[in-house]
Antibody, heavy 118, light 110 residues
């Protein structure tokens, strides 16, 4: 059974950093693109970025709203994807979901809430 | 990358059919056949309902169907049921190798 479990969310002050983790199980993690998607309170879904598999260079792509502030990485030996968030803004407050990305998001984690507030 | 355009809300009575549209551009919806649809109930993670425009994942009811014409994709739900009441989002691959979502549509079953 495919499972994705996010962790690392919490309350953080504007301008600070936070790192989220997504622990995967039930599939060969290293073979897949992994995306992060967020949802601000009461708002719609917003794609944040993804990381390709090592087969395709492990390169990343980001939404314009987070480019230069957020970094996605992966540790295939541990089946974990990371989202490093720097220079956080109040508008980054959202539930952050980890998803398996095959051109469609076929599996989702339960999400972790990040609140950016002073 | 601008969000895809969806109606904010649609409604229908049990047993009826509804269609939700998703309009993009020739750089996303019109560029690839990588349009997908997600159902989200309050407080829950989204669930994949349709992928590659018109394919259903295993376990998704055949009451859900998808199509595309030009830069507009559509999700149709036939034989509407109370449990279909949820938010629905479309998503597309883009020509710049990113992903984009629609703004979401709230479906109310009357």
């Amino acid at each position: 059974e495919v499972q994705l479990v996010e962790s690392g969310g919490g309350l953080v002050q504007p301008g600070r950093s936070l790192r989220l983790s997504c622990t995967a199980s039930g599939f060969t993690f290293g073979d897949y693109v992994m995306s992060w998607v967020r949802q601000a309170p009461g708002k719609g879904l917003e794609w944040v970025g993804f990381i390709r598999s090592k087969t395709y260079g492990g390169t990343t792509e980001y939404a314009a709203s987070v480019k230069g502030r957020f970094t996605i990485s992966r540790d295939d030996s541990k089946s974990i994807a990371y989202l490093q968030m720097n220079s956080l803004k109040t508008e980054d407050t959202a539930v952050y979901y980890c998803t398996r990305d095959r051109g469609r998001f076929d599996y989702w984690g339960q999400g972790t809430l990040v609140t950016v507030s002073s | 990358q601008s969000a895809l355009t969806q109606p904010a809300s649609v409604s229908g009575s049990p047993g009826q059919s509804i269609t939700i549209s998703c309009t993009g551009t020739s750089s996303d919806v019109g560029y690839y056949n990588y349009v997908s649809w997600y159902q989200q109930h309050p407080g829950k993670a989204p669930k994949l309902m349709i992928y590659d425009v018109s394919n259903r994942p295993s376990g998704v009811s055949n009451r859900f169907s998808g199509s595309k014409s030009g830069n507009t994709a559509s999700l149709t739900i036939s034989g509407l049921q109370a449990e279909d009441e949820a938010d629905y989002y479309c998503s597309s691959y883009t020509s710049s190798s990113t992903r984009v979502f629609g703004g979401g549509t709230k479906l109310t079953v009357l």
